[in-house]
């Protein structure tokens, strides 16, 4: 699909708010369906056991960051590679192969940096 | 062209150099890769690489003046990197991970001296940020460095944006990314130019101006010159100024020649202020390198005066003060390195105290890159400063600035000196510091820049 | 309808600015932020520029918004509450944005759009006309501006070299 008119996008904004209006109705559902009953004991994390202690929310280790990262780049590169995959045809009928090896080039300059990240072992998880 | 995929593979190999448990390969492999590039950028003079012409579709242009901005960044580079010696020695150093990215940093720089397309120059100037904020940022273990690069980063990424909605709204007026493009719009509908573009140069003014550090955009630089590893400075404060410079006159010459009233008070009186926080400031420092920062800040002003008389002989004017500004720069910073690296890394005027009586060389070296900073005559900074001024005064009606900044000279010559009465006069102990053959290389071939520039200026003046 | 759906965007992107500004934990913050993106997108459809959408839902919402949910876990501060903001700060934006507002109303005042540029902005049949901005994108970014795509290819590789530089303590 070349041609588009912003109509063409009506579906997902019915789906996002098929989505949205789920969420809402669930949550505002259970809280009126459900029977009510409470004490300090179940409230509590934990019925039974070890009384809870401190955060639930601790530093995490930085490679989840990292990893993070890496996926934002290569999000980018398949940004690229999108009018590149739709226009292919037609460009491929201007230039010929150049097209190809065009974004071979990028990939390659990409893969470079893989490969440079994976000796480096930031992937490696301890 | 060709040199900027030089750079760009030589440093994807230096990155992987790396690796190689020996790292007494790398320093050289650099030198190498570098005097290549410098070879091939040069190479480009009588007849340019054809892939150049016909594959670019007006992405950027080879011709005499960018070859020559190339080459000042590949003579930096090359001048800053025997100072590495000591960085890289530290147990902690990754000194590949350095030098890929000082090349990387380069083709940045060269294709903000030589793009034809606002995208070439976007793209340039993000390579170039992003290596410095992550060289600002090398010395990890290191608050202030991890500061410098923070801070860095965090303005820059802004000025970047002011930069980016500045393209866009100029391409928004002329329907053009390319900056012969736009010449063209503007050219043809004289009168008749929509508010956009007026905005959009503004923008695009201050992305630039950010990046050469002119007041007022130039909070970022004292902090991030000082907290980062001095030979990382000593970089920022020549390639990205001169980058900067070529691009900033490029992109006015070729663009907006027909709009000079509009944006040449504005650059005037950033000149003139950038001019002033600059000397002022510099003077009351306590910190060497902080010295440093704001006379990199004023010397931004000087290169202003030369953007705001616009003459025929701006170009010259700037191409020669760069260059002898950078050789200076580098020669000053590379004394700091050492000696710095003698006295515990204090990097104040007191650590030069003495320095001349075991060290009359490194002394030597110092007082000359100072004289040119200085514009001393006989230095290169005295021809860099003359050629600037009488483009100004060529172009008339620009007294007041050159007023301000003949007293601001002045006003440089106080705190350059500062340090030279610190070697010579003051007492203090400096035992003698063991330079690298490189590393006396380096300061041999910028004294005789230095000189070279001051004795005989045609020799340079006449090449462009 | 396309009115209806502007208002309903535009609502929930000012919404989501002030949520950000307003809201007290710094996750409630990036929640807000979500809503921005998404009503950016949004916005960046009815303007008939699909693909800048589809990359900012990707990159900012998928992306981006993950990392920044990532670096709020690592501080282990999402409880804690945003510092208030020092009076002169309040004036100083307040100033900013009103300064902002007055100069792009003087822009919108003057320039007129739809004569500004008529073969990109065909005036009133720009709801019944398509257009093709994917196709006008891999164009000339692969046929005209290839050295710069691929000079954006270096440019991913120096941040990737230089985060896993960074991030990563030295090998032994």
């Known amino acids: 699909m070349k041609q588009y008119f912003p109509s063409d996008y009506l579906p997902l904004l019915v789906q996002f708010s098929a989505a949205a209006a789920f969420v809402v109705v669930t949550m505002i559902a259970t809280h009126l369906l459900g029977p009510k009953r409470n004490s300090k004991v179940k409230d509590a994390a934990w019925e039974c056991g070890i009384e809870a202690k401190g955060d639930a929310r601790t530093p995490i280790s930085i490679k989840y960051f990292l990893t993070a990262i890496l996926f934002v780049l290569f999000d980018i590169e398949v940004i690229f590679m999108y009018p590149w995959a739709v226009n292919f045809k037609e460009l491929f009928r201007e230039m010929g192969s150049v097209i190809f090896v065009e974004m071979l080039l990028f990939m390659a300059l990409l893969l470079a940096g893989f490969y440079y990240v994976i000796k480096k072992g930031v992937l490696k998880w301890e | 062209m060709l040199s900027i995929i030089l750079l760009s593979v030589s440093g994807i190999a230096s990155l992987f150099l790396g690796f190689n448990k020996s790292r007494s390969l790398l320093m050289p492999a650099t030198l190498l890769f570098l005097l290549v590039a410098l070879a091939v950028n040069l190479w480009d003079w009588n007849v340019p690489f054809t892939l150049s012409s016909a594959y670019n579709n007006g992405m950027m242009t080879v011709d005499k003046t960018t070859i020559v901005f190339s080459a000042i960044l590949l003579v930096s580079a090359l001048l800053v990197i025997p100072f590495s010696q000591n960085y890289i020695d530290r147990p902690q150093a990754q000194p590949a991970e350095y030098y890929a990215i000082l090349l990387f940093a380069l083709v940045g720089g060269i294709m903000m001296t030589a793009y034809d397309n606002l995208i070439m120059l976007f793209v340039g100037v993000e390579i170039l940020s992003i290596s410095m904020y992550v060289l600002a940022g090398s010395d990890k273990r290191n608050l202030r460095s991890t500061e410098a690069a923070l801070k860095y980063f965090l303005m820059g990424a802004f000025a970047t944006g002011f930069l980016l909605f500045g393209v866009a709204l100029l391409y928004g007026a002329t329907m053009s990314f390319s900056i012969k493009g736009i010449a063209d719009y503007t050219n043809a509908n004289v009168g008749n130019l929509s508010p956009l573009l007026y905005v959009g140069i503004v923008m695009v003014l201050i992305g630039v101006l950010f990046k050469v550090s002119a007041a007022p955009f130039h909070f970022w630089t004292p902090d991030v010159y000082e907290g980062s590893p001095s030979l990382f400075t000593a970089f920022m404060s020549t390639v990205v100024k001169t980058a900067g410079f070529a691009a900033l006159y490029r992109l006015l010459a070729v663009s907006f020649t027909g709009l000079y009233d509009y944006w040449a008070m504005s650059i005037a009186v950033v000149a003139l202020l950038t001019l002033v926080v600059g000397n002022i400031t510099a003077s009351h420092q306590h910190s060497f390198k902080r010295m440093m920062a704001y006379s990199g800040i004023s010397h931004a002003g000087y290169l202003l005066i030369a953007v705001t008389a616009f003459q025929n002989t701006s170009q010259d004017a700037i191409l020669f003060y760069s260059l002898a500004y950078s050789v200076a720069t580098i020669a000053a910073f590379g004394v700091l390195i050492l000696v710095a690296d003698k006295q515990q890394g204090s990097e104040d005027f007191s650590a030069f105290n003495g320095l001349a009586k075991n060290n009359p060389f490194l002394a030597f070296v110092m007082t000359l890159a100072m004289c040119s900073l200085a514009g001393i005559p006989l230095t290169g900074g005295f021809f860099g400063k003359f050629l600037i001024f009488s483009s100004a005064f060529a172009k008339g009606g620009l007294n007041w600035l050159l007023i301000g900044a003949i007293l601001m000279s002045a006003v440089g010559i106080y705190y350059y000196f500062k340090v030279v009465i610190a070697m010579y006069i003051r007492e203090g102990k400096t035992e003698k510091i063991a330079l690298t053959g490189l590393q006396q290389a380096a300061f041999v071939l910028s004294i005789l820049l230095t000189l070279l520039l001051g004795v005989v200026p045609n020799l340079f003046a006449d090449l462009v | ?172």
């Open chain 3, 1 to 172: 309808m396309e009115k209806f759906v502007f208002f309903l965007f535009a609502t929930s992107l000012i919404g989501g600015g002030l949520g950000i500004f307003l809201a007290q934990r710094l996750l409630y913050k990036a929640f807000a932020l979500l809503l921005v993106l998404l009503a950016v997108a949004a916005l960046f459809v009815l303007l008939r520029a699909d693909f800048v959408a589809a990359s900012q839902i990707m990159v900012y919402v998928g992306g981006i918004l993950i990392l920044l949910v990532f670096s709020l876990l690592f501080s282990a501060s999402t409880h804690q509450k945003a510092p208030p903001l020092p009076y002169w700060k309040l004036v100083a934006g307040l100033l900013t944005i009103c300064i902002g507002t007055f100069v792009l109303f003087g822009i919108f005042n003057e320039v007129n759009f739809q004569t500004l540029h008529p073969t990109i902005l065909p005036a009133e049949t720009s709801s019944t006309q398509p257009i093709q901005t994917i196709r006008t994108i891999g164009i000339t970014l692969f046929g005209t501006q290839t050295v710069a795509f691929e000079l954006m290819g270096l440019f991913l590789l120096v941040v990737l070299a230089a985060v896993a530089w960074l991030l990563v303590e030295k090998e032994q």
